[in-house]
């Protein structure tokens, strides 16, 4: 089955930028979408098809997607960023939607 | 607004049987697939099934495949999800998600969920 890895945590003082990588076997060639989870609440999609915010998502968050690796990177951190952050691909060759491990943004 | 929004958990023994709800307003139900994501106490996120706009293909994680069935009633605007031969890994805060993509064969992001109904197997 198709696996997705992301590192178990990220740690980034307020106005930086922070990187979350998601890595996978030649990922670059499928759609990659990213969700936000803060503690208790519901996930939130934060960026689709690699790169596209949905509305209402700030434009510090991007996502870029190439090779093995597809990143989500969060520009001028704020503590409201502090939260889990999710990949998610489908994977056409067993029909299943994959997630990611998890990465937790802490905000220093 | 877009809303969905989950009923039927909570807790039974090993071996029993639950089935969820998901009830969908402010968007054409009819019109687009819908996911089931669980999430354990402390984990991850773990995709269990999805169902496509008209109910004409259903996929499974393969931890669930055979024990759990998923369907919907697009008359009642309703995603639903038969739990049978429950296990004590099958605790888990269950969440309904809907699809972004309309009319879709294959599906894409999750873009609304639910706030999820927890399912606690023990004896």
């Known amino acids: 089955s198709y696996v997705l890895t992301q590192p178990p945590s990220v740690s980034v003082a307020p106005g930086k930028t922070a990187r979350i990588t998601c890595g996978g076997n030649n990922i670059g060639s499928k759609s990659v979408h990213w969700y936000q989870q803060k503690p208790g609440q519901a996930p939130v999609l934060v960026i689709y098809y690699d790169s596209d915010r949905p509305s209402g998502i700030p434009e510090r968050f991007s996502g870029s997607n190439s090779g093995n690796t597809a990143t989500l990177t969060i520009s001028r951190v704020e503590a409201g960023d502090e939260a889990d952050y999710y990949c998610?691909?489908?994977?056409?060759?067993?029909?299943?939607?994959?997630f990611g491990t998890g990465t937790k943004v802490t905000v220093l | 607004q877009v809303q969905l929004v989950e009923s039927g958990g909570g807790v039974v023994q090993p071996g029993g049987s639950l089935r969820l709800s998901c009830a969908a307003s402010?968007?054409?139900?009819?019109?687009?697939?819908m996911h089931w994501v669980r999430q354990a106490p402390g984990k991850g996120l773990e995709w269990v099934a999805f169902i496509r706009y008209d109910g004409s293909n259903k996929y499974y994680a393969d931890s669930v495949k055979g024990r759990f069935t998923i369907s919907r009633d697009n008359s009642k605007n309703t995603l639903y999800l038969q739990m049978n031969s429950l296990r004590a890994e099958d605790t888990a805060v269950y969440y309904c998600?809907?699809?972004?993509?309309?009319?879709?064969?294959?599906?894409?992001?999750?873009?609304?969920w639910g706030q999820g109904t927890m399912v606690t197997v023990s004896s």
């Open positions: 998610q691909v489908w994977d056409s060759s067993s029909d299943h939607q994959v």
């Open positions: 998600a809907k699809d972004e993509v309309v009319v879709a064969a294959i599906p894409g992001a999750f873009d609304i």
């Open positions: 402010g968007f054409t139900f009819s019109s687009y697939g």
